[in-house]
């Protein structure tokens, strides 16, 4: 019986939520529409990136006063590691809540960013699954790190960890291990 209530309870949630989103998506006021057209056209003149410096500047100052309207009309946003600096300043504690997902993906210092930017963060990831695409060698990864005197070297190599590995040694150093699913839908149940 109370499985199936929390069932009952997650179905409900779904339903609530997706109520919510799409009636703002589909009825957005006026000032929503305003504040976000104008977020995308700022946003659309700053990575043309060919502007005088002055305007550079204006249009950096209007652009940071629109994201806070952006984000109030539309609360969920999905970006790329690299793609995050042209959609948000890099401003400490700027979002509730970020999910990265496919984390053995994404290397370390493309993911500081977006950590910095969060107040919570969930990691989401398979140690089995693809690592993240390097063209640095270990031996070229290992001279950077010796030359800039780099601590803890083995635990934070860029061409051997993930943003994955980190989150795993973390989650282990406090005696937890990663929460895994229990089930998934993705091949046959056996």
Not at 135 to 164: C, G, L, P, Q
Request: proline share 4%; glycine share 2%.
């Amino acid at each position: 019986k109370i499985h199936e209530l929390k069932k009952r309870k997650i179905e409900l949630s779904k339903s609530i939520v997706k109520g919510i989103i799409i009636e703002k998506i589909k009825s957005p006021s006026e000032s929503d529409i305003n504040h976000i057209t104008r977020y995308i056209d700022i946003t659309k003149k700053l990575e043309e990136g060919f502007i005088d410096r002055d305007i550079w500047k204006s249009l950096s100052s209007e652009w940071e006063k629109e994201i806070p309207h952006a984000l109030k009309a539309l609360p969920i946003w999905v970006v790329t590691n690299l793609s995050v600096k042209n959609s948000f300043p890099l401003s400490g504690a700027f979002f509730d809540l970020l999910i990265i997902d496919e984390s053995s993906q994404n290397d370390i210092a493309s993911t500081l960013p977006l950590l910095y930017r969060a107040k919570r963060v969930v990691i989401i990831g398979d140690p089995k699954q693809l690592r993240h695409v390097c063209t640095m060698s270990y031996n070229e990864d290992t001279k950077i790190a010796s030359k800039n005197r780099v601590k803890n070297f083995v635990d934070f190599s860029y061409s051997k960890n993930s943003i994955y590995d980190v989150s795993e040694r973390v989650v282990r150093s406090c005696n937890q291990p990663p929460l895994l699913l229990n089930e998934h839908f993705r091949s046959h149940r056996d």
